[in-house]
Structure formats: structure tokens, C-alpha cells
């Protein structure tokens, strides 16, 4: 049987914009705008990408984040990931942004927020990739900073969904982002959140009762608590799991030991998506070859995965539908082979 992998129609959930910046534009972003890298080379940059755990990639990550002047910049960014959309069959889009990285050294919220739109916009047209917005807050940093981010935001609802919370997990628990949350929701946006990457399943519930998230970003570790567990199955709260972001900073030794396929037989709603794929070794297409391959899963698991991915989405019923009917065609082209 052939394998799916660049040939299934499948959603991303789990993306952060910044992370999809490669070596090469990095360097070439930095000449642009005359900013000095520590690396010589775009094989320099490459060889600094080994990491132990979330914050030794998290240092690395902001740092590259500098090169990002210009709506110009956001823009090719942006249209460069989708791009890899179009090319690897990923219909729809749902990608986290971090304005904190960027406003804290004096880039406009307009100057971001308007160079990944028009790109976002530009694909709908050009390329066929269907997208939305994700604004993330920065945990690591004040409650007090996330709130006046999200007032900043207010204007430019519409494209922006949802807010999220990513950055450093542990010491950082949902709670400390409750009212935040509560104001997001109050003013119309849906809420996500990391959890249970590095942090414990406390962090999941706190994420599911205190910040009221339609879906939760990771939460790999909820496999620590069965009554967890079965309330994620119960309430088929998805999960936007990444398998090789997982391997590349060590919340699994390697491939082989990911709970993936463990997680989908719990029953569990699982997606499979690219975190920070320039940084982590892959898009959509290269997580799904990774966890085929590591953990034995069938044509009917992937296209389970692809399934589920659209059905977690925040796209309307009536928008999922075309997209759920085109898998079904698909699953039925792979039974005929
Ligand atoms: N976890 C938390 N924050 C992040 C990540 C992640 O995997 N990627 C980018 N910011
Ligand atoms: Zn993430």
C-alpha cells in the first residue's frame, strides 16, 4: 500500500510561527536588516540546534526570533511556511504567534499582525491553504504584560481566533493566566493552552477548568492520570500532539518511545502536528513518516490522525465538511489499492 504521508489532506493545529524561521532565511533576514548572528554560517546554526529539554531550545528560538524586523519579514516567514502547506496536501491552518517576542523590542503589534495576515490572505487566494490565527502569551512573563497584549489585540479580532499560552511550562502553571483567559473569552475568543509538554497533569486540568481550552496543545503526560485520561476521552478534548518536537527536546528518548500510538488507542483525540518544525527536523509530512515508521502505524491510523485534525479544528462544521468528505474519497482510493 502506498504510503499516504505527502498525499493526505490533513489540518495543522499545532504551529508557532517563529518556529517555522529556517537557518537559511534566518541568515539571509539578518544581512537584510543588518543584525550580527553568533553563527557564521547557515551551517553554524544548524549545528547549535541540539537541546536538552524546552528552555535550551527556548533560548536559541527567541534569539533567532531578532532577525524579525519588518512586516516584509513576517510576511516571507509566513508565506514560506505555507508554502510547505500547499506542497505537503495541509488544507487548513491554525498558527500561534507570540507578539510579546516581537513588541517587547519595539516592534509594532500592526507591523506583525499585518505582515503574517496578508500572507495568510494571499494563500487563501493563490495557494489553496485555508488559515487562523493563534495568539500566544508568553508564560514565562507577568500576567499583568498578557493582559495588556490581549487589550493591544482587541482591534484586530477576526483573523485571531483563539489566544494560547507557550514558553516555559513548569513554574508557570494556567492558573497564573485565569483572568486573562477569562477577560479572551469574555471578549469573544476561543482559549488553548500548552500543557503537559514538561509540565505535570495538574497543569492539564488547570488548563481544561480554570482557562476553559477547546483544545490542549501537547499534553502528552496526561497518560500520568487515568481519571484524566478518561475525562480527555469522555469530553474528547483534542490534543495537538508533535512527535518530533517531543524527541528534540527530550520529553521521549526517541521516537520509538512516544506515547502516540498509545494515546490513539485510549481513544483518546489526537492530532499530530509540527510545533516548530525549522528547529525540530520536519512539517506535517516528516512528523507523520516519523511516527509510521517508530510506531508501526497503519494507512487507517494516519488517515485517523488526518480525520480528527479537522474535526478538532475551529473551523465551522459546514467548513470541515468538504475537507472531511475529500479523506473520505481518499480512504476510499487507499482500500482499492
Ligand atoms: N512549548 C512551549 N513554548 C513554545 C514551544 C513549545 O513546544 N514552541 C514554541 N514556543
Ligand atoms: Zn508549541
Redesign the pocket.
Known amino acids: 500500500m502506498r504510503s499516504p504521508l505527502l498525499t493526505l489532506p490533513k489540518a495543522e493545529l499545532h504551529i508557532?510561527i517563529?518556529?517555522s524561521l529556517e537557518p537559511e532565511m534566518m541568515v539571509a533576514l539578518a544581512q537584510r536588516n543588518g543584525i550580527t548572528l553568533p553563527y557564521d554560517s547557515v551551517e553554524a546554526v544548524q549545528a547549535a540546534y541540539q537541546f536538552e529539554n524546552?528552555q535550551s531550545?527556548?533560548d536559541l528560538?527567541y534569539a533567532g526570533a531578532q532577525v524579525l524586523q519588518t512586516e516584509q519579514d513576517f510576511y516571507d516567514l509566513t508565506w514560506a511556511y505555507l508554502q510547505k502547506c500547499a506542497a505537503q496536501q495541509v488544507r487548513h491552518t491554525e498558527i500561534?504567534f507570540?507578539p510579546q517576542t516581537h513588541c517587547d523590542r519595539g516592534i509594532p503589534f500592526e507591523v506583525v499582525h499585518s505582515g503574517i495576515t496578508q500572507a495568510l490572505l494571499d494563500a487563501r487566494v493563490q495557494i489553496g491553504v485555508s488559515s487562523a490565527l493563534i495568539l500566544?502569551f508568553l508564560r514565562h512573563l507577568s500576567a499583568e504584560a498578557a493582559m495588556a497584549t490581549l487589550e493591544q489585540a482587541l482591534p484586530y479580532r477576526g483573523i485571531i481566533i483563539a489566544v494560547g499560552l507557550?514558553?516555559?511550562?513548569l513554574g508557570h502553571p494556567p492558573s497564573k493566566f485565569q483572568a486573562v483567559f477569562d477577560r479572551a473569552r469574555a471578549e469573544g475568543f476561543l482559549t488553548v493552552a500548552?500543557a503537559g509538554?514538561e509540565g505535570p497533569p495538574e497543569y492539564i486540568w488547570e488548563a481544561i477548568r480554570l482557562l476553559k481550552v477547546s483544545r490542549i496543545?501537547?499534553g502528552v503526560r496526561c497518560v500520568e492520570d487515568p481519571a484524566l485520561v478518561e475525562y480527555l476521552v469522555e469530553h474528547q478534548i483534542p490534543l495537538t500532539v508533535?512527535p518530533l518536537?517531543n524527541v528534540k527536546?527530550c520529553v521521549f528518548d526517541e521516537m520509538a518511545q512516544h506515547n502516540l500510538k498509545q494515546l490513539i488507542d485510549l481513544g483518546l483525540c489526537v492530532t499530530v502536528n509540527s510545533?516548530?518544525p525549522a528547529y525540530f527536523g520536519g512539517y506535517m509530512a516528516e512528523n507523520f513518516a516519523a511516527v509510521e515508521s517508530a510506531l508501526g502505524l497503519t494507512p487507517e491510523h494516519l488517515v485517523q490522525l488526518a480525520e480528527n485534525s479537522f474535526k478538532a479544528s475551529f473551523l465551522p462544521p459546514e467548513k470541515q465538511k468538504p475537507y472531511l468528505e475529500e479523506l473520505l474519497t481518499y480512504k476510499t482510493s487507499l482500500e482499492k489499492i
Open positions: 508557532h517563529e518556529g524546552l531550545f527556548l528560538y500561534f507570540d500566544c507557550d514558553s516555559s511550562e500548552h509538554e496543545d501537547h508533535c518536537s527536546l510545533d516548530d
